[in-house]
């Protein structure tokens, strides 16, 4: 069994909207109050349970909840008890995230502490998980608490009939949505694949692939993406709080809802197509992170209070680009969809110069500027456009082996340089790999003409 996420936009009524916001905000309301309780445990207050003992387990927080509700929020009866399950459950996962990060338990970025959820800048949402919610027609979900709401989509048809195991309701864009988790067989994959292709995702054409293949942004990104910078210039002249503010607020949520939407549909196209399509998918591990950094600083050696240009502004544009176009979003997506269609996915080190490389005889360029859209090559005269001859390139390293891939590496991070012993000790060497002189690397497991090595002086 796998499970699926379907998320489809609510059409609720204005009581039904009134409803769904009075769910979210108790669920946001009860994570503060839960957290303010954590706090004053933490800070030895033991007015709240007598005990002095800091407990942010679900049984503790959901104990407390019952005993005080009364009393903290007389209201509660007003929206469905799942709503302040899935405060405080998230209030939980908040501070055990944080502790087992601070413990060096949990990877990834470091959790910071819980913080408190505030009414204009927390996307409202809440969970269900028990009770009688799912889809009750073609068109229509249950909601505990609310009733029937309209959905812009066939649900039953989405889900196939399945009740979901949960049911997130949040707000975004100025929408409402509903995220259902549904438990369906395993997928049978299709025995149609063949082929390999490397994609380069760029900022200006979404994607270039080895075959030739280019996918451009949509016209009417450029239109959209206008109107939210025009929207954002309107909500910067306004007075921060005031009414007209909110109202320049609401308006751009809305249009960067749109622009959201116009890029995630595209990248959902592109995804479908290169999972369904072909068997081995190479693309690039590209770091959003790395490359959204702010440079360093870069203090003036004559000039001991002084700070020479470093590039930030200059950064600052392009990574807002970069950011935009989602690479996080594509990888994501073509992760699962690979897993679904059986297509293997290939990442390729993201020190690998693609770029700088000569896809026809493997010199790599000491320098090449963003600006140089097509690639020439001094070696061999090759003229290619740029993101082609990338594509080809990653093409060609994410259907290198293994073992030449780790020697890569570990030449990158300048722990051991491969030659034709080091090939020979990973089982890789052969006469061919032998042949080649120590300053080049093989990448491809095919003949030695030469063509795809690469050269790394
Ligand atoms: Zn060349």
């Known amino acids: 069994m796998m499970r699926k996420g379907i998320k489809v936009r609510l059409d609720p009524t204005p009581r039904q ?9 108790a669920a946001r309301y009860v994570f503060n109050l839960g957290l303010m309780h954590i706090k004053s445990q933490l800070n030895g207050n033991t007015s709240c349970d007598g005990q002095g003992k800091a407990d942010w387990s679900m049984p503790a927080l959901r104990r407390w909840w019952n005993a005080w509700k009364q009393e903290l929020a007389p209201w509660w009866r007003e929206n469905s008890k799942e709503a302040y399950t899935s405060g405080l459950q998230s209030l939980s996962d908040a501070f ?10 949990r990877k990834g970025e470091r959790m910071g502490w819980p913080k408190w959820r505030s009414k204009h800048k927390t996307t409202p949402k809440f969970t269900y998980t028990t009770g009688s919610f799912g889809v009750a027609d073609p068109h229509g979900l249950k909601l505990p608490r609310i009733g029937r709401v309209h959905c812009m989509e066939n649900v039953e048809q989405l889900t ?17 949505y509903a995220s259902l988790c549904v438990e369906v067989p ?43 910078r025009r929207t954002q210039r309107k909500l910067n002249r306004r007075r921060k709080g005031s009414k007209r503010y909110l109202k320049a607020k609401k308006e751009l949520q809305r249009v960067e809802g749109h622009v959201a939407n116009q890029r995630r549909d595209r990248m959902d196209k592109l995804t479908t197509m290169l999972a369904t399509t072909y068997a081995d998918i190479s693309i ?16 003036d050696p004559n000039n001991p209070d002084k700070y020479l240009p470093n590039g930030r502004k200059a950064k600052a544009g392009l990574n807002r680009e970069i950011l935009d176009v989602g690479f996080g979003m594509f990888r994501r ?3 699962y969809k690979c897993a679904l269609s059986g297509a293997r996915l290939h990442i390729v080190d993201r020190w690998y110069p693609s770029s700088k490389t000569c896809s026809n005889c493997g010199t790599v360029k000491a320098k090449l500027s963003l600006k140089e859209r097509v690639y020439r090559c001094d070696h061999c005269g090759l003229v290619i456009d740029r993101d082609l001859n990338a594509a080809s390139n990653i093409d060609v390293a994410g259907s290198a082996p293994r073992d030449v891939k780790r020697a890569w590496r570990a030449h990158k991070t300048k722990e051991s340089w491969l030659t034709p012993e080091t090939l020979a000790a990973s089982g890789e060497g052969n006469a061919n790999q032998a042949a080649v002189p120590a300053d080049c690397l093989r990448l491809g497991a095919d003949a030695g003409n030469g063509v795809l090595s690469t050269r790394t002086n």
Do not use: C
């Not at 055990?96 to 338990?105: I, L, W």
């Not at 196939?160 to 409402?176: E, F, L, R, Y």
């Open 17 to 25: 909207e009134r409803l769904l916001a009075s769910n979210a905000g």
């Open 96 to 105: 055990s995230n944080y502790f087992a990060s601070r413990d060096g338990e």
């Open 160 to 176: 196939g009939g399945i009740q979901p195991s949960h049911m997130t309701i949040s707000k975004h864009g100025g929408h409402w």
């Open 186 to 228: 395993d997928p049978q994959p299709p025995t149609t694949l063949e082929g390999h292709v490397g994609v380069d995702i760029g900022v200006k054409r979404i994607a270039t692939l080895s075959d030739g293949t280019t996918v451009e942004n949509p016209h009417t990104l450029k239109t959209s993406m206008r109107r939210q």
């Open 284 to 299: 690039e591990d590209l770091s959003v992170k790395g490359m959204t950094k702010r440079p360093k600083a870069k203090p």
């Open 333 to 335: 997506m073509l992760e």
